[in-house]
C-alpha cells in the first residue's frame, strides 16, 4: 500500500510512520489438504505469495487455485516468474489471469472465475476455503456477487441458498477478505 510513497515521495535516511491493521483470520486453512481458491487483484496478491510459500514449507497436500488481475500483463503481472515457477512444480495448480486494459473488453477476475464457475463450486463442495484481498471499494463487493451468482447457477437452487451458503462458508471461516 505504500510502495508508492516510500519509493516516490520519502527522502533517503528520513523517517515515517507507519499505521499496522493486523487481520489474525486471514491465514491458510489449518488443514494442509484443504483446498485454497485465492482472488487478489493488484497488490491484493502479495498474501497469497506468502500463503504460498507457507504451503510449500509444510508440505501442503491441498490444492491451491490463484486468480489474479492487473491492468497490463506486460507491467503489472506482479511475481510473474514466481507464479510461474509455482504453477510449474505443481503447488499451483489453477491460475487464472484477467488483464483488464490488453483488450477492447475488460476483462476482470470475475469474469474468469465465471467462466469456471462449475470448477469453482466443484473446489466449494470439496471444502475449498476462499480468500479475497484488494480493493473494498468495487473489486470486493463485485467477487462477493460473482461467488453468490456461482453457487445460485451451479447448485440449481435459489438465490437464498446461495445466501445461506455463503454465510456458511463464512461461519466455518472458510470465506476471507482482507479487503481496505
Known sequence: VAS????DEMEVNNKTSI????????RIPKDNDAPMIM???????????????ERQSENAKGMNWLFFGDQHKSTDFLYENEFSAMMKSGLLNELDLAFSRDQK??????????ESSKQFFNWLEDGAHIYVCGDAKFMAKDVDKTIH????????RGQDYAKEYVNDL????RYLRDVY
Do not use: C, D
Not at 473488453?105 to 465465471?114: A, C, F, N, P, R
Open 170 to 173: 463464512k461461519r466455518q471461516k
Open 39 to 53: 482472488v487478489g487483484p493488484g497488490t491484493g496478491v502479495a498474501p497469497f505469495r506468502a500463503f504460498l510459500q
Open 105 to 114: 473488453e475488460k476483462i476482470y477476475v470475475q469474469h474468469k472465475m465465471l
Open 149 to 156: 451468482k456461482i453457487i445460485h447457477s451451479e447448485s440449481g
Open 4 to 7: 508508492t510513497f516510500l519509493a
Open 19 to 26: 499505521f499496522l491493521s493486523p487481520n489474525k483470520n486471514f
